[in-house]
């Protein structure tokens, strides 16, 4: 009897050390996983990337349905071919409040070894303009903030988004400017 008691605390101890070398063949393979991860984003982080500027915001004209703005996005493209632009989406804020926002999608293409340059329009409806009033002033100006996303498709990384931010002032136009 005593053999037999022996021999089911071998076999409980052969499954115990066969449990164990399981969980730490686990955390071995774990372990070889997030270095993979670790490497494989710090090449995809070194691969050169466009970079993008945004120019400041300008008053471009008046029509009856309101006011039109613009900017320029300034686009560098590091690589021989040309990269798709998927598309370009921005908000216009002033006094802590969004003014207008909009996407342009399938703006174009960034042409291959230089850069590119966008026309950026923002469309202003009347009715902020009206609201925009009290932050005028004596300096007939208009604070704001623009911010755009500049998404565009790269081969070996996928569509990825580029955020931009400026700031300024927008100096509007006078009666005396628009009339002379």
């Known amino acids: ?35 993979a991860k670790g490497f494989v984003v710090e090449k995809v982080m070194q691969i050169p990337k466009p970079e993008a500027a945004l120019d ?29 632009i998927c598309e370009i989406t921005y908000t216009f804020k002033s006094a802590g409040k969004v003014i207008a926002s909009g996407t342009m999608p399938d703006p174009g293409w960034i042409a291959a070894s230089g850069s590119t340059k966008l026309d950026l329009p923002v469309k202003v409806p009347y009715d902020f303009i009206v609201s925009l009033m009290k932050d005028l002033g004596g300096d007939w100006d208009i604070d704001y903030m623009m911010e755009v996303g500049l998404t565009v498709d790269l081969p070996a990384i996928g569509a990825f988004t580029i955020p931009l931010t400026t700031e300024g002032e927008i100096k509007l136009p006078t009666f005396r400017d628009l009339l002379f």
Do not use: C, W
């Open 1 to 35: 009897m005593r053999g037999a008691e022996e021999e089911r605390s071998g076999t409980a101890t052969d499954a115990g050390g066969e449990e164990e070398k399981q969980e730490r063949s686990v955390g071995l393979m774990a372990g070889l996983m997030d270095k």
């Open 56 to 84: 400041h915001v300008s008053f471009r004209s008046i029509s009856r349905e309101g006011v039109e703005l613009h900017s320029h996005v300034d686009i560098s493209n590091p690589y021989s071919h040309r990269i798709p």
